[in-house]
């Protein structure tokens, strides 16, 4: 059996993956650049609005010509004309006028609030009635209310939602700087693994299931999954097939070769590679601890279990982070879509280990969720789509009471 | 003015959606049916694993050979062979005997256990001590454990995960019918739009916003934003591009031509468009009120406002329920990706009305974090681009005081 050198914690793997440099940045089209991590700053080049809008349909006004207006004693303004949508105001208001104006029109010179339509009324065509007064800037748009130019908008890393994308349009830009898409190379090995198609799969086989969930989960992440396949478990073949998925990929990652068993393949490969070097021989993880993480030159090789629910688990806790990493961002285990539960079970866990532990949630109770455990045979990967989340017991925590508040992490 | 013939709340939305036929199914390859909503149940067409299973590396034993085994008065096994990964066990197991067994490698015929390795000693490479008595079924993960076959896996509509991909792959289902990812075209419309490439924008005018933010979110709802298009704001234009984009979309959603002001064309143009029913025609939401939802055939023809932000939140609110009962699921704000917080503000909201308010969130606090409301001038679109989600008050409830528990969507 290969002795683990040194067993790192989960929180130090973290930490390693947080010195390797991302990815070249590229430019894409706004169309395209949903989703994509930002390669540098943005900073506004100009202001939104760059023109005074009004916000509610009305009247632009002064808003001194409307002080102390009131149901009673309304105060009277001549209209002194309309506001066209997309149309720079024609003329600047004078004191003791108003102009109609739509939401989104431009406020006439002059002009500095807005009465909303619900507040006048109009007589004879040529004046109206304000019953309400405004204060200056009501209802309006400023210049550089929205964004002001050069503020910085988003920063280096940032991953762009839809509203944000709606904010480089309205700022005019059209194309966006991101760091590349990681390229990954999903490779499963073992004996007893046969492709996924065999018909009649014969005793002690099972069929591959890593290659098709693993690049799942990479695509998921934002990453590309390019080469799949299933290799003999064969030292020849392993280097073999790296060799070729380095060629074309930012990522390499083989699962079933690390076991602690009679083969550990897994660094033998990386030894074979490249310029490569071994950054972390095991993790204080469960479920998952054979763990290989290396470097061919500057290229990411992980070693994962071979153990369908095991890859999944580690790749989740690791491989995900490091393809954020590579596009720039902290490798960490997002907190953003994580929600608090209630353990309605015991979570034992044990002092110095990380545990990745499924559960169910229960929403049909009152106060906050429920969170169940799913505890189950080793190795079965039903398991993992009975689950919709996991907990993260760190290392330092032997295990949750029942009735703990967690945070569950969505699967 | 076009006056709302009936004004309905959004839980009215969401049934009429719930009414509307998902699109054709189509059969996808495994590997591209990850994040794809089924098209009918999935049952297990076989049983996992179809060989019983060492969970642990040990030794493979009849368990009653272990009865009362402990490290005073350990049970002396012969060794009787070794199992290999990926092949059937050769010969059946007798009692008194013990085959070694790796983790996932085929229990022989006669054996109904597994002993952990770390419970072993071997004594001069033919017998083994076993210090610690095992129960049948311990460490075995017997045929069927997994999956049963019959079993239903997935319900239609279901949206796979990369571990339900895992779980396909499995079984051997190669081929996956999955409903038809919806085309969606996107239109947007105003006298005050100009291209968002646009060098200098003239005064009163302002960039598309719209086709841009709009077909990213319908993009991350798994739908494909096909024809983006500008529009100039005349009927002619609009029931042009629209018939063109029925042509090859399943929905049309046009922004900017459904607003309460002087010209309300989304109706008249779908009254142009065939076989055309109106459904919705205003709804009681904030923001948004101007929605409309109509039928051409059997495609949707939504109509949001013009407003960036607003039509954000209303596609959210309705066309993403949209899309998703197209595939198959119930037209919902989804729970799943909802997560509990405490305001920091009050909330103010009006009986009868829908509110979605942004929401910024702070999880430096001490157990559930605070949500901050974002209130801020109508108009603004970097508003949503500081949220991190929205809180929905139903229309029932009169706004949320202070301290109030809120479930916050994500955005």
Redesign the interface.
């Known amino acids: 059996m290969t002795e683990f050198l040194k067993v790192k914690t989960a929180p130090e793997v973290l930490s390693i993956l947080d010195e390797i440099p991302p990815l070249p940045a590229e430019t894409v089209l ?2 395209q ?3 994509r991590a930002l390669a540098s700053d943005i900073t506004a080049p100009e202001s ?4 005074a ?1 009004a ?3 009305g009247f632009a006004v002064r808003a001194r010509d409307t002080f102390g207006a009131s149901e009673s004693l309304p105060a009277l303004l001549e209209i002194a004309g309309e506001v ?6 024609g003329g600047a208001l004078e004191s003791g006028r108003a102009f109609a104006i ?5 406020l006439p010179g002059g002009a500095d609030a807005v009465v909303m339509v619900e507040y006048t009324q109009v007589l004879d065509g040529k004046m109206i009635e304000v019953t309400r007064p405004v204060a200056p800037g009501e209802n309006v ?1 400023d210049i550089g ?3 002001r130019e050069g503020e910085t ?2 920063e280096k890393g940032w991953r ?13 830009i ?1 194309g966006v700087s991101v760091f590349r898409r990681p390229r990954v190379a999903v490779i499963s090995t ?4 046969v492709p ?4 009649t ?10 290659t ?6 990479i ?2 992440a934002g990453a590309v999954a390019g080469l ?1 396949e299933k290799v003999p478990d064969t030292l020849e073949d392993l280097v073999a097939t790296s060799l070729r998925a380095l060629a074309g990929h930012d990522m390499v990652v083989l699962s079933g070769g690390s ?4 083969r550990d393949y897994t660094v033998r490969v990386l030894e074979r590679l490249p310029q490569s070097r071994l950054l972390v021989h095991g993790v204080a993880i469960r479920p998952g601890k054979p763990i290989i993480l290396g470097l061919s030159g500057e290229k990411l090789f992980w070693g994962l279990p ?4 095991s890859a ?1 688990i580690t790749c989740r806790a690791f491989v995900v982070p490091s393809l954020e990493r590579l596009q720039g961002r902290r490798a960490e285990w997002s ?6 539960a209630v353990l309605n079970r015991r979570m034992p866990s044990v002092h110095g280990r990380t545990d990745f532990i499924p559960v169910a949630i229960d ?1 049909n109770v009152p106060g ?1 969720p429920e969170a169940l455990p799913i505890f189950g ?9 009975r ?2 989340g996991y907990v993260i017991v760190p290392e330092h925590v032997e295990g949750y009471d029942r009735g703990t508040e967690v945070n569950v992490h ?2």
């Not at 996924?196 to 018909?199: F, M």
């Not at 799969?201 to 890593?210: H, L, Q």
């Not at 098709?212 to 989960?217: G, M, P, R, V, Y």
């Open positions: 706004l169309e650049a949903g989703g939104v609005p760059h023109f809008r916000t509610m349909d066209t949508m997309g149309v720079a105001a739509p939401t989104g029109g431009m748009l209310d929205d964004i908008i988003f762009l939602r839809p509203q944000d994308v709606g904010v480089l349009a309205a700022l005019g059209t073992g004996d007893e693994i996924v198609d065999t018909g799969v014969p005793p002690g086989k099972v069929r591959d299931i890593n098709f969930a693993l690049a799942a989960q695509e998921s799949r076991s602690v068993g009679a071979g153990q369908p629910a999944l907190r953003q879509s994580a929600f608090r929403r906050l045979k080793s190795g079965a990967i039903s398991l993992l789509a689950a919709e969505l699967f």
